[in-house]
């Protein structure tokens, strides 16, 4: 399958403080990026979706201006976890797609986020 | 009620036996029904993608859709202690954006 790469795969940071996350297709181009959120023991919670160029597509109740997502080549994604507190805490795990309608999303390793 | 239920008690199994695993959904626009397997600390790999009702088998591993109940399975044969990881079932309606449910910790006792 095609190569998702996430870095970093674990961070942690200053309460108050800003983190980046980057998400690349490595062998393909990617039209479409997803942005997962994990607490343990629990599914996969989509944030937003994003498509190359475009603004990205928040699911309710998470809110933009703190999660910004730019996806601006079809090889890169980067969600930047604006002023972290604890409770953002989580695992991060992006997705990547090279087409419309449904193709096979592969998954990046995941970045594990502490906010102290 | 959500999308996509999945109990999530974990389970323990001997090696060899037979894993079971299920997942109900209530969206009745869901065509593709995905299983993923996730390590600890690592991204979701897809295991199996099945399309409509029917089965799926891949080597040890069976899919099983069933729309009409809007239930799905994943049965493992002749577990083995690398099989031990999360399942978590997934599915969508065709435009990418994937409804995951809690997912299963499964262990296999050597």
């Known amino acids: 399958g095609a190569v998702v790469s996430q870095h970093p795969s674990r961070v942690i940071c200053k309460s108050g403080t800003s983190v980046k996350i980057e998400c690349r297709s490595l062998?393909?181009?990617?039209?479409?990026m997803f942005w997962y959120r994990q607490f343990p023991k629990q599914s996969l919670m989509l944030m937003a979706t994003?498509?190359?160029?475009?603004?990205?597509?928040?699911e309710q109740g998470v809110e933009k201006d703190k999660f910004l997502i730019n996806h601006a080549s079809l090889t890169l994604s980067t969600l930047t976890v604006t002023s972290a507190h604890p409770e953002d805490s989580s695992f991060y795990i992006c997705?990547?797609?090279?087409?419309?309608?449904?193709?096979?999303?592969?998954f990046g390793q995941g970045t594990r986020l502490t906010v102290v | 009620q959500k999308e996509v239920e999945q109990d999530p008690g974990p389970l323990s199994v001997p090696e060899g036996a037979i894993v079971s695993l299920n997942c109900t959904y209530s969206?009745?626009?869901?065509?593709?029904f995905m299983w993923y397997r996730q390590y600890s600390r690592k991204g979701p790999e897809l295991l199996m993608y099945?399309?409509?009702?029917g089965n799926k088998e891949d080597g040890r591993f069976t899919a099983q859709v069933d729309k009409s109940s809007k239930y799905i399975s994943l049965f493992i044969r002749d577990s083995q202690p690398s099989d031990s990881a999360t399942y978590l079932c997934?599915?969508?309606?065709?435009?990418?954006?994937?409804?995951f449910g809690k997912g299963n910790q499964v262990v296999v006792i050597p």
């Open positions: 062998d393909f181009q990617a039209t479409t």
């Open positions: 994003s498509n190359e160029g475009s603004k990205a597509t928040y």
């Open positions: 969206n009745s626009a869901f065509q593709y």
């Open positions: 997705s990547a797609s090279s087409g419309s309608g449904y193709t096979e999303a592969f």
């Open positions: 099945t399309y409509s009702s």
């Open positions: 997934a599915m969508n309606s065709g435009n990418n954006r994937l409804a």
